[in-house]
């Protein structure tokens, strides 16, 4: 058993090479956000990480830092209400453009997007060391992204999912196809239930 995963705070400035990974498959399953455009959206998936065990969250891009930094100077600093729960803390959130780099090689990164290839994902068999990756609400996954994917899911749906729900659904699946029981489930995660 290794020892406990690395503890990060929200802007934190760390030294990490670009090539240096943090994360193993003990730290999954675990979500990556593309340029995330809206805080509410990493809010809601912070929340929906913490309800269905997912134990790490990184974001790539900019677009969130200016209204991350203007918030942490203000009293309450804290991200959008969606992660105002007691569990939140139990999610490592870490904003990297290198988020691949980040994990060992035995995880699988799993893309959530609409392709010709792409798993449908009621009949989608979850690895157990699955790396979810989400495009930003705004556009695609791009090309270099998809290229370190292993598989490729979509949630059928009669119109696109708000990037946090979409997160909610997968995560959600994943819980529902596991072998817990409801008891085992509960002891999985402790006193949050």
Known sequence: MREEPPQFNL??????????????ADDTPAI????PKYPHNVGTAVRACSIFGA?????????LIEDLQTWKGKKGYRIPREER????????????NYPFNRFSNDVVPVAIEVRANAEYLPNFPHPPNAVYVFGPEDGSLPQIYLKHCQRFVYIPSKHCLNLGAAINVVLYDRMAKS???SDSYIKMMGDGV
């Open 11 to 24: 802007m934190d400035e760390l030294d990490i090479g670009k090539n240096e990974s943090v994360f193993t």
């Open 32 to 35: 990556i956000m593309f340029n």
């Open 55 to 63: 134990r790490t969250l990184l974001f790539t891009g900019e677009r």
């Open 85 to 96: 729960m007691k569990g939140y803390k139990d999610v490592q959130i870490f904003n990297d």
């Open 179 to 181: 072998n817990y029981t």
